[in-house]
């Protein structure tokens, strides 16, 4: 981890890369902790829509209004559902983030106790399978978006 002041360090590579965590408490210690574990999801290119999802966006354009008037961030940005959209071609997911219950069993099958730098508390190539079964929903989703924009096309004129 990579130290940066009194309340958090900074997770520079591994399991938690890119993540804050609070200062003197150590992810590694305990195999509970791998839902928070990232999972990085790249939208393959092929599936790319007419109107392109962008490859990076800032999240503060993408706010929504709550009742009260106050502005709440997108939950797209971080919780992965098989029938939403990601906001951006490459999404990072915590694993606790990652409502699919296709995605959820697959990391159950991965499941360690023993921690290593690369993989954390699932074993090798548990980040390789849940990316192939969101590239798996999202292809349909995004099957079906096009289909329907293709719909609205013709309907246009």
């Known amino acids: 981890f990579l130290s940066s002041g009194i309340n958090a360090e900074y ?24 839902c928070y574990q990232l999972v990085d999801y790249r939208a393959p290119r092929s ?3 007419r109107q392109p ?3 990076y966006s800032n999240i503060r354009e ?4 709550t ?19 990601p906001p951006k071609r490459q ?7 990652i409502k699919d219950i296709v995605c959820q069993a697959v ?22 399978a849940v990316r ?7 292809g349909v989703l995004f099957k079906k978006h096009t289909e329907v924009v293709e719909e609205e096309m013709e309907e246009q004129g």
């Open 91 to 97: 999404t990072h997911y915590q694993v606790c983030d």
């Open 132 to 138: 192939k079964v969101m590239h798996e929903q999202m």
């Open 47 to 49: 599936t790319e829509l």
């Open 62 to 65: 993408h706010k929504t209004s």
């Open 11 to 34: 997770g520079g590579n591994g399991p938690w890369r890119g993540m804050w965590i609070k200062y003197g408490f150590d992810p590694r210690g305990d195999a509970m902790n791998r």
């Open 67 to 85: 009742a009260k008037g106050e502005k709440a961030v997108d939950e797209s940005y971080h919780i992965y559902k098989a029938n939403v959209m």
């Open 53 to 55: 999802v962008p490859l």
């Open 107 to 128: 990391l159950r099958n991965y499941e360690t106790t023993v921690f290593t730098i690369e993989d954390g508390f699932y074993s090798r190539g548990y980040a390789d």
